[in-house]
């Protein structure tokens, strides 16, 4: 379950899910440009409630969750909004590997109030006890009243090698988001898995304090009005461009550090209900030529999930 745990970590920061729409663009305008970094709510979701729950040797799992957000999250960029946030989902891991996921999302900021579903599949595998890879792919539907809203990204697909030596565990996972447009995201993370068993009435406490920075590519387009400064421009701009005075875009490509994030995530379980609680600081950072209209930020996370335990042949990721 550590691998599961320390994939929660990441994924919360490359999808600090909802983590996570593009606040530059938002909210629910007229161009209604969702960025979903890693972040991946569903995976995010789906990892949070499998990773409190400690089935028997071979068997698969179904879990029931519900979960709330003080603050809602833009490409592990917070938007600073003041009103929280609520979520649902289903998810099933089964034993050899194979995952999915729906999860739905709530907020009092949105027009309308339920604003988006996601959908996902996906596969871990455990090659030995120090290395394992889980791969996911998300699909995003938005429900919004405006007829004009943009939205460039409703699929995602994720790569995470992972790395464990005793309580350490580090991650370098990748991230593709496309659809008419398409963005690469990064997140290299480290963390440490704490844990205590059967402590007074409850089945375990887990700690998983992590350290994440986001890197991703951007594209920016600027517009200047092309102002001739004599006759004969005049007539050089309507012969190039149909006009006396047209308007230039240029479009430049930036890619370096987005955000970087400090998780720590507390989950305690009593059989097979878990609670859990997060706690994460963003510290947004700009890409080269961008202004940033938001600053640092904190927020907490809750969430109680119940499982139902199937059994079957295996369970690769122990």
Not at 2 to 12: A, D, E, H, V
Not at 262 to 284: F, M, Q, R
Request: glycine content about 6%; proline content about 4%; charged content about 15%.
């Amino acid at each position: 379950m550590k691998r599961l745990g320390i994939l929660l970590i990441i994924l919360l920061s490359a999808s600090l899910s909802l983590q996570a729409q593009d606040a530059d663009s938002l909210l629910l305008g007229d161009e209604l440009d969702f960025l979903l970094t890693g972040d991946s709510a569903s995976i995010f979701s789906l990892i949070d409630s499998l990773l409190n729950a400690e089935p028997p040797k071979g068997t698969s799992q179904f879990a029931a969750r519900l979960g709330y957000n003080s603050n809602v999250l833009a490409a592990g960029r917070t938007l600073g909004i003041e009103n929280f946030g609520l979520s649902s989902g289903l998810s099933y891991y089964h034993s050899s590997g194979f995952f999915g996921d729906v999860s739905g999302f709530w907020s009092k900021d949105f027009d309308p109030t339920y604003y988006l579903t996601i959908a996902s599949v996906g596969y871990s595998y455990l090659f030995n006890k120090y290395f394992s890879l889980i791969t996911s792919y998300d699909r995003y539907f938005y429900n919004t009243n405006n007829d004009d809203a943009y939205i460039p990204y409703r699929n995602s697909f994720t790569v995470s090698p992972m790395f464990d030596v005793k309580i350490l565990t580090t991650s370098l996972a990748y991230s593709y988001y496309f659809g008419d447009k398409n963005v690469h995201r990064l997140t290299p993370s480290i963390g440490l898995t704490l844990q205590k068993k059967n402590v007074g009435p409850f089945t375990r406490i887990t700690l998983l304090p992590s350290f994440l920075v986001l890197f991703g590519n951007e594209s920016f387009t600027e517009s200047e009005i092309l102002v001739p400064q004599t006759r004969r421009e005049a007539f050089q701009n309507l012969r190039t461009y149909g006009r006396v005075f047209p308007v230039i875009e240029t479009t430049r490509h930036e890619f370096g550090m987005m955000n970087y994030t400090l998780v720590i995530p507390l989950s305690v379980s009593i059989k097979k209900t878990t609670i859990g609680i997060t706690y994460a600081y963003n510290v947004p950072k700009a890409l080269p030529g961008e202004t940033l209209t938001i600053s640092e930020s904190s927020f907490l996370s809750a969430n109680l999930s119940y499982f139902f335990d199937f059994r079957s042949h295996k369970k690769p990721l122990e």
